[in-house]
């Protein structure tokens, strides 16, 4: 269809009569030379943009300050993770990894390689679950181990050297000052082995949108090699996927292709875990691996070292729901001769009937990345298998060059199998089956940008994923990530979708979760929202969604660290206020105002004397009616692992402190960091019982939740043991323990439930049965839909005005990753346009086109054209501060602080700025102000887009 809109040049308007110095003629000349953008029907060249990526840093280096931990010392951290049993570490100072170039590497990967052949031990290999990359403060960072070799027996599980990755915190690396961060690495031998770390997500890069991620959608940590299968028979396409560490990993579909995180599928000892990079084909496998099944899924999973493993599915139903089955190792499959198959290292394994003509057995269709090739073992009928060789294309052995990872289907539907190869480098081949099992020459699959390419180990499935009558692509990558490629209905090609999202998330804040649950909105919808401190000093809000979900709505600033908070109608208004536990042992109040905020009013106090309750450090609160006499006492939790007792005063806003909390006569005891909760746990219908999570003092075993009981008459506590769910205890936290309850009734049952948060910061949902000694029904990791920003500063609104409108997106973009995304969200837009600094040109994507798809970025100013008046109102996190790395000439920035500047303050902010050029709308043209002159001195808004002039390469932070 012919684009009718008019063409567009855009001149410029400049009076010399003031102004004659030549490198300000030169700047506008050559801001004239493409400042007008070609007709809109013009055949244009596709400039690409290359994206500023950052790459991770690589340091190979033999580590001879390895040193034993003698002693716990100033040196070592303050943390609860630390304890004793820590032996070595090593100090890296991350100065190394910034380089001359000042390349800032914050909150992005970086990788070392560590040399252990020094340090053996006698026998003792080092253990790769010990490693931890650890802040000078004690914080663990988020950190991956990748390790081969041996020190002493390469049939061991030891190892020489490992390659540790871990995120720089850009809160500690000033780049521009080149300021030294130290940062230690511990470590351990096999004869002091540790839990290994837990954290909510795995690290990648994702080369679509140039950036790094820790989590968020569908991730398995690293190389997702996967299959796509209606795992719980509900006709959905459910998602099977092995991963880096060896297991299997189940995402159930919701039924509008986002997916729900269920667990790892299991054998019948525990999690299927094969080692490290497992790939997985779900079949129906029938006896010998005959496709006349016994009707449920079984599957095939190859692992790292070459082996390919029988799992078969340990349930008696037909194809109905695979999703609480477990599956039992029944063989690893064998060559003719009886040998084991071997197809080299990190395979991506297919079991089809490749045969020609079929012969309903299923064949193995394996990639190779030791050889890069593709490897075909055919079913002789009984189970075992013959080397057919590599699969070849037009004579030559097909290599994708490392990682190869094949998918079989018929592709062109005419009666054959073809093949679809994911390649090493990230691309996708299609070669069609000459009806002789030889193949034709690959064809590279394309979308809207050129060749597909998600980056690093592709793992394609082909499949009609939108039911819309042509196959679609779903592909994995070697960074854990999955996308989806539509099928264009009027060409060959596919257009890129976007990740395969996983929602909702694990809800998770900072270290250290203490939650309570009341209703925050305001005014009240009845449901109970979710109030939840941290390490940080924050008291989060998630609000009730309704349907099990909750939305991240508000964060208060508390101004101490790891807070407690307790929700309640404290004054009896019919609000809910805010009562706070601060890491000094004081309590702190906060009223709800009239307008929904909050106003600080002040400490809880005891009187006589009146002074502020204080019980020494980490005071985690809970209100409650505790001896019958209608008003809130308080019951308090603290480093010391003992419960505090302070009684309301009659008619009086002070406490008396009545001692701590005994069962059986002596003071109940947590070990560190108790917290205790309040409710009627024996269904007594008297007293309130006492729960009491906290911390045992050790990381090698999770915590638990002690119930005591409450003698009506009396008042006195018998300890009753710990929570259970059936026979066993409640355990909280595998690896980092330290249990926070809240108990409440959830779900309007009569019955108390339990809200734990633990000290990685995740929030479980523990439901009651009604049973004292059954009290659990299930743990659920409770689920937010959006991780979100501060209501007061989350939102910014456009207008835009027929014509060009020059703009930056002023807050953290995560719904706008393209072009067309913008322009399909503006109303009445009909194309957007990016300089390209370059070519000193302006790339321009007309909507509904493929050409000019560019990302969009932060911090990047962009022209909206808009056929009539509109606007657009967007939401984020605000920016604090963006490096940009700016060329000599014109280059296109963005104004996203809430103070306006003008031209002049702005070209003198960066180095060798000569102008600053604005779209001026009314008129129709740019509007320049050259440096150190009165000409045009305009104003720069947030949100406002502009262009700015240097006579060289600078780098600048945009703040």
Same mark, same amino acid.
Request: proline share 3%; net charge negative; charged share 20%.
């Given at each position: 269809?012919?684009?009718?809109?008019?063409?567009?040049?855009?001149?410029?308007?400049?009076?010399?009569?003031?102004?004659?110095?030549?490198?300000?003629?030169?700047?506008?000349?050559?801001?004239?030379?493409?400042?007008?953008?070609?007709?809109?029907?013009?055949?244009?060249?596709?400039?690409?943009?290359?994206?500023?990526?950052?790459?991770?840093?690589?340091?190979?280096?033999?580590?001879?300050?390895?040193?034993?931990?003698?002693?716990?010392?100033?040196?070592?951290?303050?943390?609860?993770?630390?304890?004793?049993?820590?032996?070595?570490?090593?100090?890296?100072?991350?100065?190394?990894?910034?380089?001359?170039?000042?390349?800032?590497?914050?909150?992005?990967?970086?990788?070392?390689?560590?040399?252990?052949?020094?340090?053996?031990?006698?026998?003792?290999?080092?253990?790769? @679950?010990?490693?931890?990359?650890?802040?000078?403060?004690?914080?663990?960072?988020?950190?991956?181990?990748?390790?081969?070799?041996?020190?002493?027996?390469?049939?061991?599980?030891?190892?020489?050297?490992?390659?540790?990755?871990?995120?720089?915190?850009?809160?500690?690396?000033?780049?521009?000052?080149?300021?030294?961060?130290?940062?230690?690495?511990?470590?351990?031998?096999?004869?002091?082995?540790?839990?290994?770390?837990?954290?909510?997500?795995?690290?990648?890069?994702?080369?679509?949108?140039?950036?790094?991620?820790?989590?968020?959608?569908?991730?398995?940590?690293?190389?997702?090699?996967?299959?796509?299968?209606?795992?719980?028979?509900?006709?959905?396409?459910?998602?099977?996927?092995?991963?880096?560490?060896?297991?299997?990993?189940?995402?159930?579909?919701?039924?509008?292709?986002?997916?729900?995180?269920?667990?790892?599928?299991?054998?019948?000892?525990?999690?299927?875990?094969?080692?490290?990079?497992?790939?997985?084909?779900?079949?129906?496998?029938?006896?010998?691996?005959?496709?006349?099944?016994?009707?449920?899924?079984?599957?095939?999973?190859?692992?790292?070292?070459?082996?390919?493993?029988?799992?078969?599915?340990?349930?008696?139903?037909?194809?109905?729901?695979?999703?609480?089955?477990?599956?039992?190792?029944?063989?690893?499959?064998?060559?003719?001769?009886?040998?084991?198959?071997?197809?080299?290292?990190?395979?991506?394994?297919?079991?089809?009937?490749?045969?020609?003509?079929?012969?309903?057995?299923?064949?193995?269709?394996?990639?190779?990345?030791?050889?890069?090739?593709?490897?075909?073992?055919?079913?002789?009928?009984?189970?075992?298998?013959?080397?057919?060789?590599?699969?070849?294309?037009?004579?030559?052995?097909?290599?994708?060059?490392?990682?190869?990872?094949?998918?079989?289907?018929?592709?062109?539907?005419?009666?054959?199998?073809?093949?679809?190869?994911?390649?090493?480098?990230?691309?996708?081949?299609?070669?069609?089956?000459?009806?002789?099992?030889?193949?034709?020459?690959?064809?590279?699959?394309?979308?809207?940008?050129?060749?597909?390419?998600?980056?690093?180990?592709?793992?394609?499935?082909?499949?009609?994923?939108?039911?819309?009558?042509?196959?679609?692509?779903?592909?994995?990558?070697?960074?854990?990530?999955?996308?989806?490629?539509?099928?264009?209905?009027?060409?060959?090609?596919?257009?890129?979708?976007?990740?395969?999202?996983?929602?909702?998330?694990?809800?998770?804040?900072?270290?250290?979760?203490?939650?309570?649950?009341?209703?925050?909105?305001?005014?009240?919808?009845?449901?109970?929202?979710?109030?939840?401190?941290?390490?940080?000093?924050?008291?989060?809000?998630?609000?009730?969604?309704?349907?099990?979900?909750?939305?991240?709505?508000?964060?208060?600033?508390?101004?101490?660290?790891?807070?407690?908070?307790?929700?309640?109608?404290?004054?009896?208004?019919?609000?809910?206020?805010?009562?706070?536990?601060?890491?000094?042992?004081?309590?702190?109040?906060?009223?709800?105002?009239?307008?929904?905020?909050?106003?600080?009013?002040?400490?809880?106090?005891?009187?006589?004397?009146?002074?502020?309750?204080?019980?020494?450090?980490?005071?985690?609160?809970?209100?409650?009616?505790?001896?019958?006499?209608?008003?809130?006492?308080?019951?308090?939790?603290?480093?010391?692992?003992?419960?505090?007792?302070?009684?309301?005063?009659?008619?009086?806003?002070?406490?008396?402190?009545?001692?701590?909390?005994?069962?059986?006569?002596?003071?109940?005891?947590?070990?560190?960091?108790?917290?205790?909760?309040?409710? @009627?746990?024996?269904?007594?219908?008297?007293?309130?019982?006492?729960?009491?999570?906290?911390?045992?003092?050790?990381?090698?075993?999770?915590?638990?939740?002690?119930?005591?009981?409450?003698?009506?008459?009396?008042?006195?506590?018998?300890?009753?043991?710990?929570?259970?769910?059936?026979?066993?205890?409640?355990?909280?936290?595998?690896?980092?323990?330290?249990?926070?309850?809240?108990?409440?009734?959830?779900?309007?049952?009569?019955?108390?439930?339990?809200?734990?948060?633990?000290?990685?910061?995740?929030?479980?949902?523990?439901?009651?049965?009604?049973?004292?000694?059954?009290?659990?029904?299930?743990?659920?990791?409770?689920?937010?839909?959006?991780?979100?920003?501060?209501?007061?500063?989350?939102?910014?609104?456009?207008?835009?005005?027929?014509?060009?409108?020059?703009?930056?997106?002023?807050? @953290?973009?995560?719904?706008?990753?393209?072009?067309?995304?913008?322009?399909?969200?503006?109303?009445?837009?009909?194309?957007?346009?990016?300089?390209?600094?370059?070519?000193?040109?302006?790339?321009?994507?007309?909507?509904?086109?493929?050409?000019?798809?560019?990302?969009?970025?932060?911090?990047?100013?962009?022209?909206?054209?808009?056929?009539?008046?509109?606007?657009?109102?967007?939401?984020?996190?605000?920016?604090?501060?963006?490096?940009?790395?700016?060329?000599?000439?014109?280059?296109?920035?963005?104004?996203?602080?809430?103070?306006?500047?003008?031209?002049?303050?702005?070209?003198?902010?960066?180095?060798?700025?000569?102008?600053?050029?604005?779209?001026?709308?009314?008129?129709?043209?740019?509007?320049?102000?050259?440096?150190?002159?009165?000409?045009?001195?305009?104003?720069?808004?947030?949100?406002?887009?502009?262009?700015?002039?240097?006579?060289?390469?600078?780098?600048?932070?945009?703040?």
């Amino acid at each position: 269809m012919k684009n009718t809109q008019k063409s567009l040049s855009i001149p410029i308007v400049i009076s010399f009569s003031m102004y004659k110095r030549l490198k300000i003629l030169s700047a506008v000349i050559c801001l004239s030379i493409f400042i007008g953008f070609m007709p809109i029907n013009s055949a244009t060249e596709d400039v690409s943009v290359e994206l500023l990526t950052l790459k991770p840093v690589l340091q190979s280096r033999n580590y001879s300050n390895q040193s034993e931990i003698s002693v716990k010392s100033e040196k070592n951290p303050s943390e609860p993770w630390w304890n004793n049993s820590w032996h070595y570490r090593i100090e890296y100072n991350i100065s190394k990894l910034i380089g001359h170039n000042g390349c800032d590497y914050s909150n992005s990967p970086v990788s070392i390689i560590i040399n252990f052949s020094s340090f053996s031990n006698g026998n003792d290999d080092i253990d790769e @679950n010990s490693i931890r990359v650890v802040k000078k403060d004690g914080t663990i960072l988020p950190s991956e181990t990748f390790l081969w070799g041996n020190i002493t027996d390469p049939s061991t599980t030891g190892f020489d050297e490992c390659r540790v990755r871990f995120l720089i915190d850009q809160n500690d690396l000033d780049t521009k000052s080149n300021v030294s961060v130290t940062y230690y690495i511990y470590y351990d031998t096999t004869a002091y082995p540790k839990e290994k770390a837990s954290y909510s997500g795995r690290m990648g890069y994702d080369p679509r949108f140039a950036e790094y991620f820790v989590d968020g959608g569908i991730t398995c940590g690293t190389h997702a090699i996967f299959s796509v299968v209606d795992w719980n028979n509900d006709t959905d396409k459910d998602i099977v996927t092995g991963c880096n560490d060896g297991n299997i990993i189940y995402f159930e579909n919701d039924g509008d292709n986002t997916f729900t995180y269920i667990g790892l599928v299991q054998n019948n000892t525990g999690p299927i875990d094969i080692g490290a990079i497992s790939s997985v084909s779900v079949v129906d496998y029938g006896v010998n691996g005959s496709v006349a099944g016994d009707n449920d899924l079984d599957m095939i999973i190859g692992e790292h070292n070459g082996g390919i493993y029988y799992y078969e599915c340990n349930d008696d139903s037909t194809l109905d729901d695979n999703s609480d089955s477990t599956f039992i190792l029944i063989e690893q499959l064998k060559f003719t001769n009886n040998t084991n198959i071997d197809a080299g290292t990190n395979i991506g394994v297919r079991a089809v009937d490749f045969s020609i003509p079929t012969d309903d057995y299923l064949d193995l269709i394996v990639g190779d990345y030791s050889t890069g090739k593709v490897h075909y073992y055919e079913n002789n009928g009984s189970g075992k298998f013959i080397d057919k060789g590599f699969l070849k294309s037009s004579g030559t052995d097909i290599s994708a060059g490392g990682f190869s990872l094949p998918y079989i289907i018929d592709y062109n539907n005419d009666g054959d199998l073809d093949l679809i190869l994911g390649c090493h480098n990230g691309t996708v081949y299609y070669y069609e089956n000459n009806n002789d099992n030889t193949l034709a020459t690959g064809v590279a699959l394309k979308d809207e940008n050129g060749n597909i390419n998600v980056g690093y180990a592709a793992c394609p499935v082909v499949l009609d994923w939108n039911k819309d009558g042509d196959n679609d692509l779903i592909i994995g990558n070697g960074y854990g990530r999955i996308y989806y490629y539509e099928r264009n209905d009027t060409s060959t090609d596919y257009i890129f979708k976007g990740q395969i999202q996983s929602t909702p998330a694990f809800l998770e804040v900072p270290n250290y979760a203490k939650t309570c649950a009341a209703d925050w909105s305001f005014p009240k919808d009845g449901l109970l929202d979710l109030w939840i401190g941290d390490a940080n000093g924050d008291v989060s809000i998630y609000e009730n969604d309704g349907d099990g979900t909750f939305t991240y709505r508000k964060k208060y600033d508390v101004t101490s660290s790891h807070i407690a908070p307790f929700a309640t109608d404290y004054n009896g208004d019919g609000d809910i206020d805010l009562i706070v536990g601060l890491s000094d042992g004081t309590v702190y109040y906060y009223e709800r105002t009239d307008t929904g905020g909050f106003t600080g009013v002040g400490y809880l106090q005891t009187s006589p004397p009146t002074k502020n309750i204080d019980v020494g450090n980490n005071a985690v609160p809970c209100l409650a009616d505790w001896d019958g006499d209608g008003d809130k006492d308080l019951i308090i939790g603290a480093d010391d692992g003992k419960v505090y007792y302070y009684d309301r005063t009659d008619g009086s806003e002070y406490y008396k402190l009545k001692g701590a909390l005994q069962a059986s006569g002596v003071d109940i005891d947590i070990g560190s960091y108790s917290a205790p909760t309040v409710c @009627n746990w024996s269904f007594s219908g008297g007293l309130p019982d006492l729960l009491v999570g906290g911390w045992s003092g050790s990381w090698d075993v999770p915590d638990v939740i002690h119930y005591y009981e409450r003698n009506d008459t009396d008042g006195t506590l018998t300890d009753m043991g710990n929570v259970k769910d059936g026979d066993a205890d409640i355990k909280i936290g595998d690896t980092t323990p330290m249990a926070s309850p809240f108990a409440v009734d959830w779900n309007n049952d009569g019955c108390c439930d339990l809200i734990v948060g633990d000290h990685d910061g995740f929030v479980t949902y523990y439901k009651n049965k009604g049973d004292i000694n059954n009290v659990t029904d299930l743990s659920v990791p409770l689920n937010v839909q959006l991780v979100g920003q501060e209501e007061s500063v989350s939102t910014y609104t456009f207008e835009f005005y027929e014509g060009w409108n020059y703009i930056t997106l002023p807050l @953290n973009n995560t719904s706008y990753k393209r072009a067309e995304d913008l322009a399909n969200a503006i109303e009445n837009c009909t194309a957007i346009a990016k300089w390209n600094t370059s070519s000193s040109s302006f790339e321009v994507h007309y909507k509904g086109t493929d050409a000019h798809n560019f990302t969009i970025d932060d911090s990047v100013g962009y022209l909206i054209y808009v056929n009539s008046t509109s606007g657009l109102t967007i939401t984020g996190e605000p920016i604090s501060s963006i490096t940009m790395k700016l060329k000599a000439g014109w280059n296109s920035i963005g104004w996203f602080n809430s103070s306006s500047t003008d031209a002049e303050s702005l070209s003198k902010n960066i180095t060798n700025c000569t102008s600053i050029a604005c779209w001026n709308n009314s008129l129709g043209r740019f509007i320049i102000h050259p440096k150190d002159t009165g000409i045009s001195n305009f104003e720069i808004k947030k949100g406002d887009g502009c262009l700015v002039y240097l006579l060289s390469d600078e780098e600048w932070v945009n703040q």
